[in-house]
């Protein structure tokens, strides 16, 4: 492994311990369509629970090898950081 992807493996771990995050390369969904899950980022920081919905949809994506360009994960994402899924989906759409 060249010495970069070493150190970015390791720099990854070391956040991952920092924030207590589950890390794991993803083995089905990679690389992930994220925009829509960005744009639910700004809609939940709107709502004033952006760090929550940012750690869930990373948690879902990097921890649960879910496709967070899924509508279905995006409303579970949403309800997990306590935001209305279907307001918050009907958000990202606009």
């Given at each position: 492994m060249?010495?970069k992807a070493?150190y970015?493996?390791?720099?990854?771990?070391?956040?991952?311990?920092f924030y207590?995050?589950?890390i794991?390369?993803?083995?089905?969904v990679?690389?992930?369509?994220?925009?829509?899950a960005m744009r639910?980022?700004?809609?939940?920081?709107d709502a004033?629970?952006?760090?929550?919905f940012?750690?869930?949809?990373?948690?879902a994506?990097?921890?649960d090898?879910?496709?967070?360009?899924?509508?279905?994960?995006?409303?579970?994402?949403?309800?997990?950081?306590?935001l209305d899924?279907?307001?918050?989906?009907?958000r990202?759409?606009?």
């Amino acid at each position: 492994m060249p010495l970069k992807a070493r150190y970015a493996k390791k720099d990854l771990a070391d956040w991952a311990r920092f924030y207590d995050l589950k890390i794991t390369w993803p083995p089905k969904v990679f690389p992930v369509n994220s925009v829509a899950a960005m744009r639910g980022v700004i809609a939940a920081f709107d709502a004033g629970r952006g760090v929550e919905f940012s750690r869930a949809a990373f948690e879902a994506y990097w921890g649960d090898d879910r496709d967070i360009a899924q509508r279905e994960v995006l409303a579970d994402v949403a309800a997990r950081a306590g935001l209305d899924p279907e307001a918050l989906l009907a958000r990202i759409e606009t």
